[in-house]
């Protein structure tokens, strides 16, 4: 009886019942808390790309402060992560003083460096834990186009100083060099000796390079001793804790058979290092 009876059911009816079978199975089996996929991580915002910095000199002579110089420039550049760069060799037609734009212009064509950073060898870092980045991006922050700022300078009682300036690493900036060398090659068609600071002053007067410079207080790209009072008007002496120390022209300033060196040692023990295992 049994048997017949189940053969009265209609066909749709069992798979009706097939299908709530099947659909009792699949959620009862279905995917727990724990099978869920984890929602994506929120974004994390990169952080800001560091400038690339070149820091760059050259000597082409023995001085008594040879290792002190280098180690100092070196020992700031490790520490912030800077390349140091030196050249002891100067090939120019021009006075050696002219080679710094050589090397400017080569690293500028390198492509490698974001602010190249100009330190006569005459100078101490005397507070290393200062970022000159810091610097740059204070100053920076007060020109109206900053972008378009391709020089920081800084000047003296005599005006331009070139011992410690800043050149943005832009094949754009090669066009103040040129034009330097440029006025350099026609004052030397007329016997006239001129410096690299003075042709750069005389394209600082004109039309052409308006904007693309800035001249930052002394005392924080630049400082001068008590010993060498050839200060910008306003700004003042170096002090203990500042950033750096130029020695600029301790010949006429100082009786010595070794102005600089002389001033170099003295001030040896003001610099402010900072730990050497923290990057070394």
Request: negative net charge; glycine residues 6%; aromatic residues 12%.
């Amino acid at each position: 009886m049994l048997i017949r009876s189940l053969r009265t059911i209609p066909p749709s009816f069992v798979l009706v019942l097939l299908f709530l079978s099947f659909l009792g199975w699949h959620l009862s089996h279905g995917p727990t808390h724990e099978d869920l996929p984890s929602p994506p991580p929120a974004p994390v915002e990169a952080e800001p790309k560091k400038p690339r910095i070149a820091i760059v000199t050259f000597v082409t002579e023995q001085r008594s402060y040879l290792h002190l110089s280098l180690k100092n420039h070196d020992h700031y550049a490790r520490r912030h992560g800077h390349d140091f760069i030196v050249d002891y060799e100067a090939h120019t037609d021009r006075a050696v003083v002219y080679w710094k734009f050589n090397m400017l212009e080569r690293l500028i064509k390198s492509r490698k460096y974001d602010w190249i950073w100009w330190l006569d060898f005459d100078t101490l870092v005397t507070n290393t834990g200062i970022r000159v980045t810091d610097i740059m991006e204070e100053e920076l922050r007060q020109v109206e186009r900053p972008d378009e700022v391709d020089y920081l300078f800084t000047e003296d009682c005599n005006g331009l100083n070139l011992g410690s300036f800043i050149v943005r690493g832009h094949e754009r900036s090669l066009d103040m060099l040129h034009d330097a060398w440029a006025v350099h090659d026609e004052a030397k068609t007329k016997e006239v000796n001129m410096s690299e600071q003075d042709a750069l002053v005389k394209l600082m007067k004109g039309d052409k390079y308006t904007g693309k410079f800035h001249v930052v207080p002394q005392h924080k790209l630049n400082a001068f001793p008590e010993e060498i009072p050839c200060y910008q008007e306003g700004e003042k002496v170096w002090e203990h804790g500042a950033f750096i120390l130029h020695f600029a022209g301790a010949w006429a300033h100082v009786k010595s058979d070794d102005p600089t060196g002389g001033l170099m040692k003295k001030y040896e023990s003001e610099i402010m290092w900072g730990d050497w295992k923290d990057f070394y």
